[in-house]
Structures are given as C-alpha cells and as structure tokens.
C-alpha cells in the first residue's frame, strides 16, 4: 500500500442519505466524519432524505447499532468541530424548520453543497 499523497483533499464533504433503517450506513457516514475531524480535516456533513432526522433534538437516540460509537456522540463532534446541514428540500418534506434544529445545524439547498464540493481539495463522499 502506497503513502498518502501530500496534495490530498484536506476538505471533506459527506452526504448521508439513510436513516433508522440503514443504521449501518448510516453510522458510517457519521464515523467517518468524526474520524476526519480527529485528524484535522474540515468537515461538512450533509443530512438528506430520512437522515435529515437526525438533526431534530432526541432523534439521533433512535439508530442503534451493536459495536459503534452512538450516533448522537458522532454527531456532537460534527457540530463542536465541523458544519452540519439539512438539506432545504428534505426539511420541508418532513415539516423540519430550523426551530426544530439542534443548536448550530443549518438548512441549505443545493446550490450551497454544489459550492462546498467544488472547492479545490475537496472530497464528497455519500452514504
């Protein structure tokens, strides 16, 4: 296995897309993105479709997956450390405005993760 290349993406975005129902994926997203966070990397998360959930107070508390670090853990560290959004189209589908947000997450559109993914260096991942 080669060394990491030095120029590599220093940004990572990552859209999740699942929900209680595909709580390993799901976690995934969230792992990853705190695992990039430990080791100095900016980070976005994008919280789609049924992950948009998530983002409301007590909802995190719902995924549960056998030998992972609890969603709502992971999703501290996003918000401490990194930006976390809801994605406008999937809010308003499910009747989330940002009063039912926790604290420091933001709703935006797709014209905002379009920009965030075409910075230089920047990574998209999704899940």
């Known amino acids: 296995m080669s060394e990491p290349d030095s120029t590599a993406s220093q940004r990572l975005v990552i859209k999740s897309t699942g929900g209680t129902t595909t709580p390993e994926t799901t976690n995934q ?33 719902e995924l549960v997956v056998e ?11 996003v918000l401490e450390a990194g930006t976390l959004t809801v994605c406008t189209q999937c809010a308003v589908r499910r009747g989330i405005d940002a009063t039912d947000l926790l604290p420091g997450v933001r709703i935006a559109g797709a014209s905002t993760f ?9 990574q998209a991942l999704v899940y």
């Open 29 to 61: 997203a969230f792992t990853v993105a705190a695992a990039a966070l430990a080791a100095g990397v900016e980070v976005s998360v994008w919280l789609t479709g049924e992950s948009s959930w998530f983002a409301v107070p007590g909802r995190a508390d």
């Open 67 to 77: 030998h992972a670090v609890a969603i709502r853990d992971l999703l501290s560290v």
């Open 114 to 122: 379009v920009e965030e993914i075409m910075v230089p260096g920047t």
